[in-house]
């Protein structure tokens, strides 16, 4: 019995201790698998950890962007920035919602409606998108709200950028105008949606939308370590943002308010343009709309009337209206038909009052007639019927190749706006594509007269115009200074092309041709029984070149030809349309331009006088505009 | 040399001779390192009062434990018993009078501390199973007769603190209990087909378990499913854990514990946020200073020239190291979140006294290594 009991004890010890070692084994493998998994978070994962552990602590406060600025060609501030007073809140980071807006209510005396509106926002967005409570505080509001700030957990007192455009309807189509960053924006453009911030402003047309990346600047970003709760505990740095780079522009603010002045609210446009440089030095779509209006949202009932107003205040016309040119074109058509040597400038027509064209009536806007009329007669007093005779002999086709050659029939200025028109100069080639049906010889008698298919935009003709001023040669439209100290250099460049290569080629054969037509035009201002003799200046200091357009808006039928109405007994929308185009000063021409006034009946008599008063601001404002183009010194 | 024959009558100064100071120093050591981690967590609190009762209560425990090593441990064989009941009835009374907290109804309020009985009971079915096997010869072990009551004064502490509901607990228990059976010899069939059976009645028990409990496992599973939610104790621990890197982020600097992101960092993720702030080096030493420990007990049960310590010693060195391990593990995303303290590191009474109590049954076991118990 004891032996055994002696037997089964050692039988049981070594028991025991075989089960132990076997537990202790077991034990050392999983404690080298807690080693190993620790080296495998702890080393090989480190990296991926480290981040998500300051990603856990690290909130970033973005502050918006502070945008660049606009400036004129003299470096005035077209487009500034102004601090904005917003509040706002985020839903999922308020304990009570509706008791902070009973609270803001209070403080701010909002009415019902607003406080509505805030409940309308926050249910059609998810709770921790931002809502813009207030968007236009006063400082004495925002100081208020400061103040009870302790009270109001979740609410966010904001000081956000706005725009300010100082001169108001002067810039509207150029400059465009900022508004809160929609999701399309966000979508669209990659930078806008790394800048983001609630509140965050963005160019919504215009050049504030073309150079948004340049003028969006950085965020300056606030780091702060927050704990579980997101309760900021200290704050770790602060990345200092930079401000968008400021633009200025070619644009002369004293003669762009003076365009704006001149329409006078009437629907139409002005442009000028630098015919060396290129450069535009004003542009302008009337009747236009205040930029400002835009800054807190605009109403809707404002958007609507904008919307819904005749004269089309949104629309730059300027650059997306499409006009029939109606005479402007004739001297297109003369240089065109000098160019092929379909006729020469002697050629006579006996212009009645109109011609019959395959049993088809083409009149003469002069009731009679003209009489004997060569081709300097037929530009200076716009015969009509001159133009038919010239176009039929010349064709559609070589008008087109000349038309476009001197920038009709394509956009100006394709790196600055995204709204502009190319409009129409046609050819049997684009009937056929276009419309599908062949090309009829009346068609180009009226295109002839800058009638039927042909449209073109104001600038169109400002580019064409400055193009024939400076001698038929290619210049590259900008709205941005040019940086040609020395205009002499571009004209040494436009006369000594001898270089096929050369940035300003020639755009025509005869040199005589270009000269012909200019030296009608001016006769067609200066001379006695001229279409704008009425409008010239004879100082030749402002002596300026031009050639008026009357398009019509409709076919006229024989009865009305024969009512022979004044101008306030046609409708609005019927009566034609006044263009001017011009230049000057003649002796040494540096500026083209183009007037139009929609609905305003005749060019010689609504459109050639504007432009005879801009003439002269644009040539006092010269020697200003020059001096800042030649001197080193000035820092714009 | 001295007759060890005339038992119990060692001098005094021969019983701190035999004392074994390699597991007294780790311990006071592993103390040390808990009162600094337990401090690192006061930090953003901005008062002391897990520091400070931690280190009281660590005070107070090892002094206890140093008391309890110098009783014969053939006191605690007598008393193997009575103790277990006495665990018993004040878990019977935790588990349907005690104080509920966050939906778990495992504590007693004994006013001067509010104690955890399931805690005790990790000790407890220790001591009665040492005490039960003592006895019994390698041969009956298998026997229908003797399995039975094992059997029984295992699964009555497991159930009740599984209906607390406590699964975290009532899975060490268990463990626990088994490693002593084991040990005593059970046929290695027994518990693989116990474990069978428990696989066969999984979906039983999962239709058992509270919402909470099943969410838990299937957060264990993927938790990135609920990143907010249940999933987030164990994203932001391993985020702590592996943002340490190889030699931490230094004491009082690591991030996740200070700002809040670690969840229970005082008590079952303190190993995270020690882990954060040591690193890897640091996490190493620590687990050998456990493992160390581990070592001396069964150093200390292989001396003991009876069962019941041996027992006792082994018994209790496969516990630390289910608790040790089941803890890292699942703070370490390995195991789903259960609720089981680190020993000693972890805050808390409960836990810090069973353990403090076995810790000083083995220095017993030590000083008294030659007893035999009849």
Known sequence: MLGDGIGSNIRKSKLINRRMFIASTAKAIVFFGIVSRLFYLQVEQNKKYLTLSDKNRIRENKLPPIRGEFKDYFGKIIAGNLDVYELHVIPEQVEDFRVLITRVKQILNLNSKKVEKIYKIKNNQKPWETIIISDNLTWEEFSKINYYLYDLPGLKPIISVGRNYPYNESYSHVLGYVAYASQKDLASN???????????????????????????????????????????????????????????????????????????????????????????????????????????????????????????????KTISGLYSPGSTIKPIVALSALEHGIIKPSMTVRCTDSIDFYGQKFHCWKKKGHGYMNLRNAIKQSCDVYFYETARLLGVDRLNETARKFGLGDVVLKDFFDNEKKGVVPSTKWKKE?????????????????????QTTPLQLTLMTAQLANGGYKIYPTIIPDNNKNIQNIKNQMENNTDYNSKYTSLVKNKENIKFV??????????????????????????????????????????????????????????????????????????????????????????????????????????????????????? | MKNYSSFGDISFFQKVRSIDFYLLFSIILLGGISILAMYSTDISDGNFYHSINHAIRFGIFFCLMIFLSFINIKYYFSLSIIFYIAILMLLIGATFFGTTVQGSQRWINLYFINLQPSEL????????????????????????????????????????????????????????????????????????????????????????????????????????????????????????????????????????????????????????????????????????????????????????????????????????????????????????IVGSPLPIMSYGGSSMLSMMIALGIVMSARIYSREIIN
Request: aromatic share 12%.
């Open chain 1, 434 to 454: 276009a419309i599908g049906q062949n090309w009829y010889l009346g068609e180009t008698l009226i295109t002839g007269i800058g009638q039927g298919y042909i």
């Open chain 1, 190 to 316: 990659e930078i806008i949606n790394d800048r983001h911030v609630p509140g965050l402003r963005v160019g919504k047309n215009g050049l504030e939308k073309t150079f948004e990346n340049e003028l969006i600047g950085t965020n300056t970003i606030q780091r702060f370590e927050v704990n579980a709760y997101g309760k900021r505990i200290n704050q770790l740095e602060v990345q200092d943002g930079n401000k968008g780079n400021s633009l200025r522009i070619s644009i002369d603010t004293e003669i762009q308010n003076y365009t704006n002045e001149l329409l006078n609210g009437e629907a139409g446009s002005i442009s000028v343009m630098d015919i060396y440089t290129g450069e535009i030095v004003a542009m302008n779509s009337s009747p236009s709309f205040n930029p400002n209006d835009f800054l807190y949202g605009i109403g809707s009932n404002k958007w609507k009337d904008l919307n819904q107003n005749p004269f089309k205040p949104l629309i730059n």
């Open chain 1, 518 to 636: 200019l030296d009608a035009m001016f006769r067609s201002t200066n001379e006695i029984q001229g279409t704008s003799y009425r409008s010239r200046i004879e100082d030749p200091k402002y002596q300026f070149a031009g050639k008026t357009g009357t398009a019509q808006v409709k076919r006229i039928t024989e009865e009305e030809r024969e009512l022979d109405r004044e101008l306030n007994q046609i409708p609005y929308k019927e009566r034609d349309h006044a263009w001017y185009i011009a230049f000057g000063p003649y002796k040494n021409p540096r500026y083209a331009l183009t007037v139009l006034v929609e609905h305003g009946g005749s060019g010689s008599s609504a459109a050639a006088p504007i432009a005879k008063k801009l003439f002269k601001k644009i040539i006092d404002r010269h020697d200003e505009r020059e001096n800042i183009r030649t001197n080193d010194t000035v820092n714009l």
């Open chain 2, 121 to 336: 009971m990790k000790i407890a079915i220790i001591i009665f199973l040492a005490r039960y096997y003592h006895r019994v010869q390698p041969d009956a072990v298998n026997t229908i007769k003797k399995f039975i009551i094992p059997f029984i004064i295992l699964i009555v502490p497991i159930l009740l603190v599984l209906s607390q509901p406590d699964l975290g607990t009532s899975v060490l228990i268990a463990l626990s209990g088994i490693a002593v059976i084991w040990l005593a010899g059970i046929n290695i069939k027994y518990i693989v087909y116990s474990f069978l059976g428990l696989v066969i009645s999984f979906p039983f028990v999962i239709s058992m378990l509270k919402p909470y409990q099943k969410l838990r496992i299937l957060t264990f599973i993927n938790p990135d499913r609920d990143p907010l939610g249940a999933g987030y104790q164990i994203i932001q621990s391993k985020i702590a854990v592996g943002s340490g890197g190889l030699t931490g982020k230094g004491f009082l600097k690591g991030t996740q514990g200070y700002l809040d992101f670690l969840p229970e960092k005082h008590t079952d993720f303190i190993f995270t946020l020690f882990s954060e702030e040591f690193g890897f080096v640091g996490s190493i030493l620590l687990l050998i200073l456990y493992a160390f420990i581990i070592f001396r007990i069964l150093i200390i049960g292989s001396n003991s020239r009876n069962y019941f310590g041996k027992f006792f010693c082994y018994g209790f060195a496969i516990s630390i190291f289910f608790y040790i391990s089941v803890n890292m593990l699942m703070v370490l995303g390995m195991l789903p």
